[in-house]
């Protein structure tokens, strides 16, 4: 049964490619299941350690997220989703860019008050 925040069948057989096979070690935790753990964490907001057991440990989820974030995995899944949307005519690249420049007031910057560079004691110090 397939849950509303899981990988469909379509999406995983979309991203199974794309996920790093691992043949060291002892058996590894099965990819989709963490990988529906990881989206169930993000889809929700709640912290790794209140991910449902059902997925796994959250410390080898968070350990397999960490992982494929730092080797490009998680890149590589939205290059592909990118190109395979852009060949369908799903994506108009118009980009827009904006040079607005925000000047925030001078206290709000974290000016001193009265304008003076040095603080009052400074300048008993400097006499």
Same mark, same amino acid.
Do not use: M
């Given at each position: 049964m397939i849950r509303r925040l899981e990988l469909s069948d379509a999406e995983w057989e979309f991203v199974r490619p794309l996920l790093p096979v691992s043949l060291r070690g002892r058996k590894r935790l099965d990819d989709r299941r963490v990988l529906n753990g990881i989206v169930w964490k993000f889809r929700t907001g709640t912290a790794w350690r209140d991910v449902p057991e059902r997925y796994g440990s959250w410390a080898t989820l968070h350990t397999r997220f960490r992982r494929w974030a730092k080797d490009g995995t998680f890149e590589a899944m939205l290059r592909a989703a990118q190109a395979k949307a852009d060949a369908a005519g799903d994506i108009d690249w118009l980009v $827009? &860019?904006? $040079?607005? &420049? &925000?000047?925030?007031h001078q206290h709000a910057a974290g000016a001193r008050k009265g304008g003076s560079a040095h603080r009052p004691s400074d300048a008993r110090a400097a006499a």
């Open positions: $827009s &860019v904006d $040079s607005t &420049v &925000v000047r925030a």
